[in-house]
């Protein structure tokens, strides 16, 4: 398997613009994780899902961020309108359902709003 | 309440040297897991190792070990023989097993130490 996908690599904005950073985790996973890493607040979980059901989404900044899941391949965190407080870098991870299974983690999407 | 703590922000230690890596858990509850992550400088976060709270047994991989104590509440990491290659934050993690949060297994990570092995 080629583990968990993000894109883009890197994404650069300016304040206002939309922001949508995707995620394929690895086949047969049933959880999926968004996570924020800063240097101030360290590793974040923003929301998670499972069976592309949104379980917890107590860690979403504000109602300018949004996360779907369409499907058991697919997901997506939009950021809009986007601020340069929302600098930073963000990880997808995704595990399966085995009791306390690791979590697999994304190559991140390091995201900058100027 | 759940809560990580990893008490070494930093470490420098010269290549070769041995050295280990602290992590203090709470939790309240006796089925949980504990995980190590390494995230080197290109960024991405590579697990390392998993351990349920009832197996106390200690790990070794290679250079690399693990301490599980659950009478001081640690899951201490350390690396023998220190190589420039492990030069990178690495983060320890608790898991419960979640009857308080829908039975699934959210993270908590510590804050991370960043390891520096000089040449």
């Known amino acids: 398997d080629a583990g968990v996908i993000q894109s883009p690599r890197h994404e650069v904005t300016e304040m206002g613009q939309e922001v949508t950073l995707r995620c394929k985790p690895i086949?047969?996973?049933?959880?999926l994780f968004w996570y924020r890493q800063t240097m101030m607040r360290g590793l974040e979980l923003l929301i998670y899902?499972?069976?592309?059901?949104?379980?917890?989404d107590s860690g979403m900044p504000e109602d300018r961020f949004s996360a779907k899941m369409p499907n058991a391949s697919f997901s997506t965190l939009k950021i809009q309108p986007s601020e340069p407080r929302d600098s930073a870098v963000y990880f997808c991870?995704?595990?399966?359902?085995?009791?306390?299974?690791?979590?697999?983690f994304g190559p991140g999407t390091r995201l900058t709003v100027l | 309440a759940q809560k990580v703590t990893q008490a070494q922000t930093e470490i420098s230690v010269v290549e070769k040297e041995d050295v280990t890596l602290d992590c203090v858990y709470e939790?309240?509850?006796?089925?949980?897991?504990l995980f190590w992550y390494k995230q080197p400088p290109s960024g991405e976060l590579v697990f390392l190792i998993r351990r349920n709270s009832f197996d106390e047994q200690n790990e070794i991989s290679g250079r690399y070990s693990w301490n599980f104590q659950k009478s001081t509440s640690s899951f201490n990491f350390t690396i023998t023989a220190s190589q420039v290659v492990d030069s990178a934050v690495y983060f320890c993690a608790l898991s419960e097993y979640g009857f308080r949060t829908s039975g699934t297994y959210k993270y908590i990570f510590g804050t991370g130490t960043r390891l520096k092995v000089l040449a």
């Open positions: 991870a995704s595990r399966d359902d085995r009791d306390g299974g690791e979590q697999f």
């Open positions: 899902f499972n069976n592309n059901v949104p379980i917890d």
């Open positions: 086949s047969g996973h049933d959880y």
């Open positions: 939790t309240r509850d006796t089925t949980y897991y």
